[in-house]
């Protein structure tokens, strides 16, 4: 970011020059206080990261990031309050004042969140667009960019969008790109009759060297940073749900920012039914959203929701019907993707950021026990019958 920043009036005066942020800095104290705070060493980072921002975040963002910085190095604002026609002097100081007692290390990590959601809203020079048609960099997924929009469709239409090892790998690669291309918007959605039916039981028949244990190991390690790729997307996700989703990706449509359904689609999550646990975060995210006993009814009850009775319990944002889902959808997003990029990826860390931290943890807890769930008997009874049921057919 240049040092001088281009300001409309009577904002043209607020300069945020390099020289007094470094001083600044330079005259503070850090510490690290543990896992939910930013160490100095990511504070520090951030700094120099701000000043590789190519474009002019605002002066509304500006003086958040000046108030983040003031609170993370110096503490709650008390110095005198600046006269009435000081106008940029008063801005700052109204906007430390505003931080109130947010401690120095809320500050800090707060800081950081911000810095690194501008960094990823924006695109890397050599990054740029992914251009329509970057579908061959990916054996089961099409991506394409257009109309400020990056979509991610599941392309196994033959197999209902089943989850490969190998589909896991690919969306969280397109997930990083997206994040990072030029687009406003990120879409999910399927190719064919179902959005998606969740893990694909074949994962668990493939047992490597190190036997099952190695397997159900590598397979949570995997699902670990599926599951992060979403809770740290850096701008606004959307899910469009073209029909059947069930398991995983249904309980990660708690982590999507707007969620529109066919009234053809259908969501279930029958982990009991596959002596299985919940995963995606919904242990937290579906409780929260839509209440412990009808989390319950289909987390541990295996519960099918109609797309409306979704809608009811808080997990789809709209039903449209079959007939004009897509025209209806696809018009309203390219609507949306005219909005400024940066303020929406900065509005979405503001409604997420608060959780990350308490969602990388309850991931992490998924991953544990679902570790073991697969190595249990009930487990392996359940995709046994799966397979078994499909020979008799
Ligand atoms: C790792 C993180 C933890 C995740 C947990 C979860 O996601 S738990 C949730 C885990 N998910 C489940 O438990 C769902 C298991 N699947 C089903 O219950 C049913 O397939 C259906 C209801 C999705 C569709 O029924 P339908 O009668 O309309 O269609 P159809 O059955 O004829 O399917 C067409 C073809 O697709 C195949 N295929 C589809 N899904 C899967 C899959 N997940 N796996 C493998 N294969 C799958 C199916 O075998 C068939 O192959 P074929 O014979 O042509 O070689």
């Known amino acids: 970011m240049a040092t001088v920043l281009k300001l409309l009036p009577p904002w043209r005066f607020v300069r945020f020059s390099r020289a007094t942020q470094v001083t600044s800095v330079l005259s503070v104290q850090l510490h690290t206080t543990g896992a939910m705070t930013a160490t100095v060493e990511e504070f520090n980072q951030a700094k120099v990261k ?64 911000l810095i690194s959601s501008l960094v990823a809203a924006e695109a890397p020079a050599d990054v740029g667009a992914q251009p329509t048609g970057s579908a061959a960099t990916f054996q089961t997924l099409q991506v394409t960019t257009e109309d400020n929009i990056t979509t991610i469709r599941l392309d196994r239409p033959q197999k209902k969008n089943a989850i490969t090892v190998e589909m896991y790998n690919e969306l969280i690669e397109a997930l990083e790109l997206a994040g990072k291309d030029d687009s406003v918007i990120t879409v999910i959605t399927g190719n064919g009759d179902y959005y998606c039916s969740g893990n694909d039981l074949n994962n668990f028949t493939k047992i490597p060297e190190g036997g099952i244990e190695k397997m159900a190991k590598d397979a949570g390690e995997l699902l670990r940073r599926y599951v992060k790729a979403y809770i740290d997307f850096p701008k606004p996700l959307i899910a469009v749900v073209n029909g059947p989703a069930v398991g995983v990706s249904v309980t990660l449509l708690g982590l999507f920012d707007v969620v529109y359904a066919t009234e053809k689609a259908t969501f279930h999550t029958p982990f009991s039914q596959l002596g299985q646990s919940p995963e995606g975060c919904s242990s937290y995210t579906f409780p929260k959203m839509m209440g412990a006993a009808k989390a319950s009814e289909m987390l541990l009850f295996n519960k099918k929701l109609t797309a409306t009775q979704a809608r009811e319990q ?40 608060m959780e990350r931290e308490r969602l990388h943890t309850v991931n992490d807890q998924e991953v544990e026990r679902l570790v073991e769930r697969w190595l249990s008997d009930e487990c392996m009874q359940a995709i046994m019958s799966f397979f078994q049921a499909k020979a008799k057919l």
């Open 314 to 353: 808080g997990l789809v944002t709209e039903v449209f019907p079959d007939t004009s889902f897509q025209s209806e959808v696809w018009a309203r997003l390219k609507a949306y993707a005219k909005l400024p990029r940066n303020s929406l990826a900065l509005s979405k860390q503001l409604i997420r950021g």
């Open 50 to 113: 701000l000043g590789t921002l190519r474009s002019d975040p605002g002066n509304e963002v500006k003086l958040k990031i000046y108030a983040l910085f003031k609170q993370a190095t110096q503490g709650p604002c008390n110095t005198p309050k600046p006269g009435m026609l000081d106008f940029v002097n008063k801005a700052k100081w109204d906007a430390w004042k505003s931080l109130g007692s947010v401690s120095q290390e809320e500050a800090r990590k707060q800081y950081v969140e």
